[in-house]
C-alpha cells in the first residue's frame, strides 16, 4: 500500500493548511489512519489519528482545538485540517496506515503501531 501526501508548503502564521494522504490500492483495509510530524533535530512525534470505522479521534494536546483530522472511507483519503499555525508547527508531516488491530486507545499515539507510511510532506509557518 502506498500512502500520498499532498498539500504542504509555506504559511504565515495564524494561516492554514490542509494536507490530504490518499493511499494507492482500490481495496484498502486499516483500522487507522494517523499524521505525525518531525522537525529538524527531533524526533517524530504523534498528531493526529482517526479510528478507520468508527471514526473516533485523537489530537496531541498542541494541536487540540486547532488541527482536525478526517476521513473518506470511499477514497480511502484522510486529511488533515491545519489552522492557526504557529512557527512551532513546522516540520515533515508524515502520513500513516495501521494494517493491525488497535487494541488500546493509547495504541494511536505509538508510530510503531502503523504499518505503512507516506513519503512526508514539508509544512513551514513563518512568524
Known amino acids: 500500500v502506498q500512502l500520498v501526501e499532498s498539500g504542504g508548503g509555506l504559511v504565515q502564521a495564524g494561516g492554514s493548511l490542509r494536507l490530504s494522504c490518499a493511499a494507492s490500492?482500490?481495496?484498502?483495509?486499516?483500522?487507522?489512519m494517523g499524521w505525525f510530524r518531525q522537525a529538524p533535530g527531533k524526533e517524530r512525534e504523534f498528531v493526529a489519528a482517526?479510528?478507520?470505522?468508527?471514526?473516533?479521534?485523537y489530537y496531541t494536546n498542541s494541536v487540540k482545538g486547532r488541527f482536525t483530522i478526517s476521513r473518506d472511507n470511499a477514497n480511502n483519503t484522510v486529511y488533515l485540517q491545519m489552522n492557526s499555525l504557529r512557527p512551532e508547527d513546522t516540520a515533515v508531516y508524515y502520513c500513516?496506515?495501521?494494517?493491525?488491530?488497535?487494541?488500546?486507545?493509547?495504541?494511536?499515539?505509538?508510530?510503531?503501531?502503523?504499518?505503512?507510511w507516506g513519503q512526508g510532506t514539508q509544512v513551514t509557518v513563518s512568524s
Open positions: 500513516a496506515g495501521a494494517g493491525t488491530y488497535i487494541a488500546s486507545v493509547y495504541w494511536y499515539y505509538q508510530s510503531s503501531k502503523y504499518n505503512y
Open positions: 482517526i479510528a478507520w470505522s468508527g471514526g473516533n479521534t
Open positions: 490500492l482500490r481495496t484498502f483495509s486499516v483500522y487507522a
